[in-house]
């Protein structure tokens, strides 16, 4: 009985979703194939355990992951260097903690909330994509999405995934004029990163664009789209409560990850890693934060053409922008890559540029490539942003 529902469920899904599903699922487990078999190779190296449920755990969480787990099993504390923690949204903690019974496999359930909403991205990405472009435009957006070369972070133990849903959900209830789902899924979203901030104006921009920009077609329904202000404010009240300072994360940020608001100094300082670093780091830390910060304006300036050339919402041009300033305003580079995946209006606008198939195999060869090439950076534990 339940596996004929299951089946009958299945059965209802889009063939065109299906596909988009696949080539998802497809990507998710190259990424896996390559960190396990990275993963299984240094521990054979290193005479340490190959135990795999283990080396599955392990290998996808490294750098940031650990502080997230951290926050899972203990909460926010004020005391050693776990008081640094605070700069690290609490709501997929929260889901970490909630599904986990025995702390000694919080890695294991770090990896399902992320692949989880990594598939819930997927999903609400081909259905926004179709939505005003066609399942064609949608399918590529999602080959895009799977294959770009930071893509392993929504198979890792990091809040890409997550956040990509919430936000993807918020504007696709946005574009579906369900204001009171949108606005509970961006103040979700704000509590999972910082950047869910953003989608107070691009909610509002969304809603002005459906009433014309006219004034006197405002309804009630506007207040919805501030509630991403909310969840930001929730955020703000757990940091008084933990340090009884609201903006303690910010003091966090700029003495120990060294992060002020400094564009001219991250660009510099890259520059400085590229020339004067060894590899991996002046690729990691030098090239590619350069080569993705010009990447992600360019994707920028193609959205706004777009929205005169496709009809691309708006919105999608203001979050892409506001993630753009965001991603590059600090004055220490380290992260533009993953940030740059974030964008996700970029993925719909590359499926829009590349009509041609021989475009489309040149954009998934080069992305792929860069995919498999980062994994294998990230699982040797490299800094790979």
Known sequence: MFTSKIKARIGKIPYSLKIALLIALAAKLAVFYIGYATAYSIALANGSSTEPLQLLMNMFARWDSPHYMFIAENGYVNQGDPANFIVFFPLYPLLVRLITFDFAYVNLSGLIISNVSSLVAVVYLFKLGKLDHGDSVAKKAVLYLSVFPTAYFLSAVFTESLFLALVIASLYYARKANWSFAGVLGLLAALSRLAGLLLLPVLLVEYLHQKGWKIRNVEPKLLWTSLPLLGFLVYLVI?????????????????????????????????GWARGGSFPDSFTIGYSQVIFAIFGFLMCFAAFLSCFRFRLRPCYFVFMLFSWLLSVSTGFWISVPRYVLAMFPIFIVLALLSSKKAVTTAITAVSLAGLCFFTWLFVTGAWTF
């Open 239 to 271: 940091n008084f409560q933990v340090t009884g300072d609201f903006f303690a994360f910010l003091e966090i940020e700029r003495v120990h990850w060294y992060q002020t608001l400094d564009p001219l100094g991250g660009w510099l300082n890259a520059i």
